[in-house]
């Protein structure tokens, strides 16, 4: 798997390449000079989705969190290295959704209830995906009469409405455990070589069920990641007007909606590489913005993600090393 990472990793860091020399590589860099020092202001403005992200997480984990180790404080924490996990590390779009596990876990939470409140975030969060997709792209057809260009993200779109519908009917109806036990006997040829967390499933069947019967809690879940989701638009929005382009924030938000999408379309490849940046192009050029605008938008995006990841992943090595000193490990007993 690592391997295969590695190389769609590259696949999609040299399409970036392309895009970006086809565009031209001085007007690229003339229009981030000239935006200048202000484009750092992207970076402190990504807390605000994620802090929305972290309270619909919250809501979702409130009730089994009884000692209150998982304030929403502490999950925006999480939340942070989760986004830099998947942003800069060379794994799959879901390997920031294990370290989150993972730190909780250290942090005294009971394995079960965290791992079902992720597994259905994850599910709620597709939903909320196609659901902003399908917006962005209604929005576009209204402004600019059509949006023949992007067909195949329209598609897409419908394609993938399903497979989140799925993973609510599995979990609603108590079956995701047992899909996923069929699922680790076809890939691995038996279910004694399942993942240790598959193969102690009762009390995470149990959590499981019991979060599907909060649907008022899964719909707050929801609504706090569509208003991630369309803060996150304001990225766009400012970025725009500082590299000299300004637009609406109605043209943000339908550029921003795809752009997620295709990001998580391609959740095999580490960053999305390659991928962000065609959709990017992709949209900009479908709401009258030129290629080397949106290539620009591309590369502000990527410098934020690094800024603001790097801090996390720093803080979440120290923490790690903090939790594995003797004084630690020795109160943790």
């Keep these: 798997m690592k391997r295969i990472a590695y190389v769609l990793g590259l696949a999609g860091l040299a399409a970036a390449i392309a895009l970006v020399a086809r565009a031209g590589w001085h007007a690229v860099l003339d229009a981030l000079a000239a935006a200048g020092l202000p484009l750092l202001w ?16 919250r809501v979702l984990l409130a009730p089994r969190d009884v000692h209150h180790r998982a304030r929403w404080p502490v999950l925006v924490a999480t939340a942070m290295v989760r986004e830099a996990v998947n942003r800069l590390l060379p794994v799959a779009g879901v390997g920031g959704e294990l370290v989150g596990i993972r730190i909780l876990v250290r942090r005294g939470l009971e394995p079960a209830p965290v791992t079902s409140s992720v597994i259905a975030e994850v599910v709620l969060t597709l939903l909320s995906l196609v659901l902003f997709a399908a917006l962005g792209l209604a929005l576009l057809g209204v402004s600019t009469g059509g949006a023949g260009s992007l067909d195949s993200i329209i598609i897409s779109v419908l394609l993938a409405l399903p497979l989140p519908l799925a993973g609510l009917w599995l979990i ?76 609406g924030f109605e043209t943000a938000l339908i550029i921003e909606s795809v752009v997620l999408f295709v990001r998580n379309l391609a959740f095999a490849v580490p960053a999305a590489l390659g991928a962000q940046e065609a959709g990017i192009v992709l949209i900009c050029a479908a709401v009258g913005l030129d290629q080397e605008v949106a290539i620009g938008l591309a590369l502000a995006k990527r410098m934020r993600e690094v800024l603001f990841g790097l801090p996390a992943l720093l803080g979440w090595n120290l923490w790690e090393s903090m939790q594995a000193s003797p004084a630690v490990a020795g109160r943790s007993k």
């Design 42 to 57: 992207l970076v402190p403005l990504r807390v605000i989705p994620i802090a929305l992200d972290a309270m619909g997480w």
């Design 172 to 247: 609603s109806e108590g079956r995701l455990v047992a899909w996923l036990r069929r699922l680790a006997y076809l890939v691995t040829g038996s279910t004694g070589l399942a993942p240790p967390w598959l193969q102690s499933m009762p009390a995470f069947e149990t959590e499981l069920s019991a979060l599907a019967r909060r649907r008022g809690r899964l719909v707050l879940t929801m609504l706090f990641q569509l208003a991630a989701m369309t803060a996150g638009a304001s990225e766009v929005w400012l970025a725009l007007r500082l590299l000299g382009h300004p637009v």
